[in-house]
């Protein structure tokens, strides 16, 4: 509509432009007339003098001759108009809608036609509009924030929880929760026979582990290597070494404390990726292209909540917070992921697998300090 409108003024500038050059060279011819300062929106200056300006809807078809007196005023001819007081020689065309505009008010001789795009499409004011794009529908699974309207597209916005992820939820996931817990109450028993005093402090991430048990000296971590059996590899039954650092296939895991709705809310932790690794490490929990492209339009914590939520509803049962964090540290990653370790720990929300047993079993937790919580 702009463009039309400069379009318009362009056309009258010209046709206007012999008069003002006539008025021009009378100024020019007497100095007086080069003086002459008319009230804007009053008057509008003719030869070396003021004229009235004639009220909107009409156009001087002849400047006066007295200064300060109106000339002559006629009503603007059909399709054209003056919106305001003026001193224009000619009305403005009236503004055409397009095919694909349909038409919200009239022009009259005092006002400009009004446009709009037909219902179903739009253009934004912010941008050059030379035709109605059509609006977008949301998908399947989002929701219509706002409605399109002739000035602006539809939005939407991807569904909570939609009520099969709520039968997901009551008819899997709790049940899975259920037998995860009796799988762990006998892996318990079984455990409190092993070690009869493992004092176990959940002093933050750190965790303090004082083994009493001296009529074997091994540690934990091999008692759990020898109850798990033939199913591991020889060499990995070597005697444990307290002062070795932990070795990548030695990497202890992390258990949620309160099932799928630990590992939801450990998701805000992966903020702390390194933006630049974002897009790799969703690939490489199994995203595809298109659902990593179907959140860029949301800030990368929300992309990150949001895929990550994705991949847990597509892994299911199988979802594990030790998984993400292994991609982590293939992605070289270290930092950010033992500082997702470490919030996990002290959010409560996971313990190290060799602890969690421990806490439990125990009964005997001790704290130090004011800001410990225990798991
Ligand atoms: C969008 O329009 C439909 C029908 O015109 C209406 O039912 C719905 O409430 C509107 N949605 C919003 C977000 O305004």
């Known amino acids: 509509m702009s463009a039309k409108y400069m379009v318009v003024s362009l056309l009258l500038a010209l046709t206007i432009y012999p008069a003002v050059k006539l008025s021009l060279g009378a100024a020019l011819r007497d100095r007086t007339a080069r003086h002459v300062l008319c009230q804007e929106n009053l008057e509008y200056p003719h030869e070396s003098h003021c004229c009235l300006n004639c009220p909107a809807g009409q156009f001087v078809k002849e400047a006066c001759t007295k200064p300060l007196t109106r000339g002559t005023c006629a009503a603007c001819p059909y399709d054209t108009y003056t919106e305001h007081d003026n001193g224009l020689m000619q009305c403005l065309q009236c503004t055409k809608c397009r095919t694909d505009e349909e038409v919200t008010r009239q022009c009259s001789n005092t006002q400009n036609s009004q446009c709009q795009c037909k ?70 028993k079984k455990k409190l026979s092993f070690s009869n005093f493992t004092v176990v402090s959940c002093k933050s991430s750190e965790v303090v582990k004082v083994n009493m048990d001296d009529k074997n000296n091994t540690t934990l ?5 020898q109850s798990a059996g033939p199913l591991e590899p020889q060499q990995e039954r070597e005697p444990f070494l307290k002062e070795s650092p932990p070795v990548h296939s030695q990497r202890r895991r992390l258990i949620p404390l309160n099932g799928q709705e630990s590992l939801k809310k450990s998701f805000d932790l992966f903020e702390e990726l390194d933006i630049n690794y974002h897009n790799r490490f969703f690939r490489r929990i199994g995203l595809k292209d298109n659902e990593i492209q179907g959140a860029d339009n949301q800030s990368p914590a929300d992309k990150m909540y949001e895929l990550l939520r994705l991949w847990m509803e597509k892994e299911g049962s199988k979802a594990d917070i030790n998984d993400l964090l292994e991609v982590l540290f293939s992605l070289d990653q270290k930092l950010s992921a033992e500082t997702i370790i470490h919030k996990a720990i002290t959010n409560c929300d996971f313990v190290y697998e060799d602890v969690k047993t421990d806490c439990v079993a125990a009964d005997i937790v001790t704290h130090h300090g004011i800001n410990e919580k225990p798991c």
Do not use: H, M
Request: glycine content about 4%; charged content about 25%.
């Open 119 to 188: 219902s179903g499409s739009f253009c934004s004011p912010d941008q050059a509009c030379e035709f109605c794009k059509k609006c977008s529908r949301c998908k399947p699974d989002e929701e219509t924030v706002k409605n399109c309207t002739s000035t602006s597209n539809t939005v939407c916005k991807k569904k909570i929880a939609t009520s099969a992820t709520v039968l997901v939820t009551v008819g899997v996931i709790i049940p899975v929760i259920v037998a995860v817990g009796v799988v762990l109450l006998i892996y318990l």
């Open 221 to 225: 971590e091999e008692e759990e290597r």
